[in-house]
């Protein structure tokens, strides 16, 4: 697997001029390094103790199995940012923060949380996994030392989402290794056109892809030339560990909980800057007016929200 060798690539761009041409060129060089031998850029260490155990599957973690950290580098597209191969014995796991000189994001941000996959060497097969901490921060901090209480693969899911004639506002808590619009979408017919809420599109008609990847943290408008379903299966998403980041002004969220919750609930975090949510079927809330014509917060829903403030949302744990 392509996160299990923890290559990067980094290029310079060269400039000359000579006597008789004052014109500028430019040409790219690369150097690919491992991240056992990366250059200066910050880090952490996230100490995995023998006798917690991790498990893979339904398996103990075996000799030759990996434990990696992962960063977001863009929304959707996940980077391992360090990584140790399990001998039984208690292992340290650098984490790589993202280095200052280099103008794409190739490691972890500080306060980022850190985010686990297991490499399965004996099916060939990467897990997502949770952990929980005896000391240190969940997040990436310069210099951060932290030690593990557990590490357990999160369960295989699967979600299903109905997909009506014309619009659709749809989310999912599912993630999957490739999470790329042209797989998401791979088996689902009739689907003329993906929006986000930055206006982007994903048109498999006219091969447009603008969004990329889908990021499970937000909500998609879906228009439908005939009723269909989408079904997404990977990984549950643990609510928890997903902060939504969100600005003041309009957004798509996502609903990232496995069971219905009452959205005052939901979003009782956020409460103080929330001006309005709507969901497609024409329900609202708004705290500050005592309205709630949603009701439960449905999984597979995407919902519209305006915010007077910045907010972090972390929905209820599952």
Same mark, same amino acid.
């Given at each position: 697997?392509?996160?299990f ?5 980094y290029?310079w761009k060269? %400039? ?6 004052s014109?500028e060129?430019s040409q $790219?060089w690369?150097?690919?390094?491992n991240?056992?031998?990366p250059p ?8 995995v @103790?023998?006798?917690i /155990?991790?498990?893979?599957g ?11 950290v992962f960063?977001?580098a863009i929304?959707?597209?996940?980077l391992?940012?360090?990584y140790e191969?399990w001998?039984? &014995?208690?292992?340290? +796991? ?5 280095n200052p000189?280099?103008? *794409? %994001?190739?490691g972890?941000?500080n306060?980022e949380?850190?985010?686990?996959r297991i490499?399965?060497? +004996?099916?060939?097969?990467e ?7 005896e000391?240190?921060?969940?997040v !990436?901090?310069v210099n951060?030392?932290s030690?593990l209480?557990?590490?357990?693969t999160? @369960?295989?899911?699967?979600i299903v +989402? @109905?997909?009506?004639?014309s619009?659709?506002?749809i ?8 999470m790329e619009?042209?797989?998401? !979408?791979?088996?689902?017919? /009739? ?9 982007e599109?994903y048109?498999p008609?006219?091969?447009?892809? &603008? ?6 943290? *937000?909500?998609?408008?879906? /228009?439908? *030339? ?7 299966d ?11 980041y969100i600005s003041?002004?309009?957004?798509l969220?996502?609903? $990232?909980?496995?069971? @219905?919750m009452?959205?005052t609930?939901a979003?009782?975090s956020?409460s103080e800057?929330?001006i309005?949510? %709507?969901?497609?079927? #024409? #329900? ?5 007016f005592g309205?709630?014509t949603?009701g439960?917060?449905?999984?597979g829903v995407g919902?519209w929200i305006?915010?007077?403030?910045p907010?972090? $949302?972390?929905?209820? #744990?599952?």
């Open positions: 697997p392509i996160w060798k923890g290559s990067m690539t290029y060269v %400039k000359a001029y000579s006597d008789t041409d014109s060129w $790219l690369s150097l690919t390094y991240w056992e031998d200066s850029p910050p880090d952490a260490v996230v100490i @103790p023998s006798t /155990n991790p498990t893979v339904e398996r103990p973690i075996a000799n030759g199995d990996a434990i990696g960063f977001e929304p959707g597209k996940w391992c940012g360090g191969v001998t039984g &014995q208690n292992i340290g +796991i650098t984490v790589w923060g993202d000189d280099t103008p *794409e %994001k190739d972890f941000a306060g949380i850190i985010t686990y490499w399965d060497a +004996i099916e060939e097969k897990y997502f996994a949770i952990a929980t901490y000391v240190g921060p969940t !990436f901090e951060g030392f030690i209480s557990s590490l357990s999160t @369960p295989e899911a699967e +989402i @109905p997909l009506n004639n619009w659709n506002l989310s999912s808590n599912v993630i999957k290794s490739d619009m042209e797989e998401i !979408f791979s088996e689902v017919d /009739n689907v003329k056109i993906v929006k986000n809420a930055a206006g599109i048109s008609e006219f091969g447009i892809n &603008q969004i990329g990847n889908w990021n499970v943290k *937000e909500g998609y408008l879906v /228009n439908m *030339e005939a009723p269909s379903s989408l079904t997404i990977g990984y549950a998403v643990s609510p928890q560990i997903y902060p939504m003041a002004g309009w957004h969220i996502s609903y $990232l909980r496995n069971s @219905p009452n959205i609930e979003l009782a956020i800057n929330i309005i949510v %709507k969901n497609r079927m #024409g #329900g609202i809330y708004s705290p500050a309205i709630n949603i439960n917060m449905q999984a919902y305006y915010l007077s403030e907010e972090v $949302l972390a929905y209820p #744990g599952n």
